[in-house]
């Protein structure tokens, strides 16, 4: 008896290190930057940046250049790559990621020693503002994620979305309940040959690697995976040349000026005055 009971906490320690990071491990591998944190150590990018993403005129091409100028040249996947369920709607949100890999009767045996894990094993574990980003290895057949009712659970528990590097199945009833979605395929097929490894770990979609608490933003060009150190940059940048956008635009619609004499950067110096004032006005309103 006590042999079982030893490699029954033996198989505990091992599953916790197999199939999730400890707080400390997750912290210290998110360590840039200053945010608060879930208790598992993913960060917190807090929601009032997270709801200036949702509502600001911000698209992926304002925020590429400040993740080059960081080194990070591997964030973006394009939409051209997915199907997109509600493709009107922004997918704003905190990663909250999980890997599949394919099912290998060994390692499933011993996975069982912790109990059935499933897609409802990560679904229920998710909160408020995350995104689930699940590594399905663009699985098609029984590569299902979800179907209509989990989903609507995934909606209705976080507000956000979903990324699946696999399938999806019921699109109709889906979309009717206004979530947006990136998924690879759609297939009538529930979950199958495909195994629950990991929750909160780095995961590889597509050509991106995605590390739990990076911002997810989702638009009709794509997906961007944003490290949370780089988001509150981001944000100032962007609403500090946002006046600057407003202003151009207002000059266009006065049609009395070629492009060229109004973007990127007026000809005229009383233009140039004018653009500067509008700008310093707006940040006085902020």
């Known amino acids: 008896m006590t042999k079982i009971l030893l490699l029954a906490l033996m198989a505990q ?27 598992d150590g993913r960060p917190k990018v807090s929601d009032a940046l997270l709801e200036k993403l949702r509502t600001m005129d911000i698209a992926i091409p304002d925020m590429t250049g400040a993740l080059r100028a960081a080194k990070y040249e591997n964030q973006f996947e394009g939409a051209e790559k997915w199907r997109v369920l509600n493709p009107q709607k922004k997918i704003v949100g905190r990663a909250f990621t999980v890997q599949f890999m394919p099912e290998r009767p060994d390692l499933a045996e011993f996975l069982k020693l912790r109990g059935p894990m499933r897609n409802q094993t990560a679904i229920d574990m998710l909160q408020p503002g995350d995104v689930a980003v699940v590594d399905l290895y663009g699985k098609h057949d029984r590569g299902t994620f979800v179907g209509d009712k989990l989903a609507y659970y995934v909606w209705k528990t976080t507000g956000t979305g979903m990324v699946i590097d696999g399938s999806m199945f019921y699109l109709n009833n889906i979309e009717k309940s206004g979530m947006p979605a990136f998924y690879r395929n ?22 991106v690697t995605v590390m739990p608490g990076d911002v997810v933003f989702g638009d009709r060009e794509g997906l961007l995976f944003v490290p949370p150190q780089l988001v509150d940059g981001i944000v100032s940048s962007f609403e500090s040349t946002q006046s600057r956008f407003e202003w151009i635009k207002k000059k266009f619609d006065e049609r009395k000026y070629k492009s060229s004499e109004i973007y990127g950067r007026p000809r005229d110096p009383e233009l140039v005055k004018e653009m500067e004032a509008y700008i310093k006005s707006k940040q006085t309103q902020k």
């Open 186 to 207: 759609s297939h009538p097929s529930s979950l199958g040959g495909a195994m629950l490894t990991a929750i909160n770990i780095p995961v590889q979609i597509g050509e």
């Open 13 to 39: 320690v091992t599953w916790a290190q197999l199939w999730k990071w400890t707080p400390e491990e997750l912290t210290q591998a998110t360590a840039k930057g200053t945010y608060e944190r879930f208790p």
